[in-house]
Structures are given as structure tokens and as C-alpha cells.
């Protein structure tokens, strides 16, 4: 059975800097699709990053350039550093993964991921 455990999330004044982790285990295929996407309250689900077993990111637009997603250790962990943060970037981050990143971070936005149970991100201007 696959789990995700997220941590890191915390709250932070806009420019601020956080790491968040995914300890994944029970996964048991050589190939992944493994990232992240955010949710807030009263908004639709938002892909953010991606990250594939090849090891070729993807990001959305509105964090391109200021988040980096990497697994220096195939997948175990997976870690988001997200810098310059701004108050649009609050939400609940999710670790998700699935087999294939045919369409990138997008991959992981359809219900047949496996998700963790999130962790909170609050920036405040």
C-alpha cells in the first residue's frame, strides 16, 4: 500500500523561504510521476511541481523561477524548496504520485493519484 507523509509546511511573512518533504513508501514500480499540488480553501486544486523517474521537473507558471523540486535519492524523499513566497501561494500542499507524467504536474492533478494528507502553508503579507 502506498503512503505519503508530508511535512515542513508552516506559516511565514511573504519573501520568506520553506522546504516542505514526502516520505514515500509501498511503491513499488521502477517508473513515477511524483510532485506536488495545492489546494485553499474555496479554490480549485492547483498543480505546483513534478517530478518524473527520469528526473525532469515541471512547474506551474506561478512558481516557476521560485520553487525547485528534487529527489537526490530516487523519489525518497521528495522535497519542495519554495522561496520568495507570496500570500497567493497559501494553501494545503499535497505529495501525490502515479505511474507516468504524461502531461508533467498536470499528471497529478486527476483523483487516481495517491495523495498524503497535506501539509498547511500560510504566507502572510
Known amino acids: 500500500q502506498v503512503q505519503l507523509v508530508e511535512s515542513g509546511g508552516g506559516s511565514v511573512q511573504a519573501g520568506g523561504s520553506l522546504t516542505l518533504s514526502c516520505a514515500a513508501s509501498?511503491?513499488?514500480?521502477?517508473?513515477?510521476?511524483m510532485g506536488w499540488f495545492r489546494q485553499a480553501p474555496g479554490k480549485e486544486r492547483e498543480g505546483v511541481a513534478a517530478?518524473?523517474?527520469?528526473?525532469?521537473?515541471t512547474y506551474a507558471d506561478s512558481v516557476k523561477g521560485r520553487f525547485t523540486i528534487s529527489s537526490p535519492n530516487a523519489k525518497n524523499p521528495l522535497y519542495l524548496q519554495m522561496n520568495s513566497l507570496k500570500p497567493d501561494d497559501t494553501a494545503m500542499y499535497y505529495c501525490?504520485?502515479?505511474?507516468?507524467?504524461?502531461?508533467?504536474?498536470?499528471?497529478?492533478?486527476?483523483?487516481?493519484?495517491?495523495r498524503g494528507q497535506g501539509t498547511q502553508v500560510t504566507v502572510s503579507s
Open positions: 501525490a504520485t502515479k505511474r507516468y507524467c504524461i502531461n508533467g504536474y498536470r499528471s497529478l492533478l486527476v483523483d487516481s493519484v495517491y
Open positions: 517530478v518524473d523517474s527520469g528526473g525532469h521537473p
Open positions: 509501498g511503491y513499488t514500480y521502477s517508473t513515477y510521476c
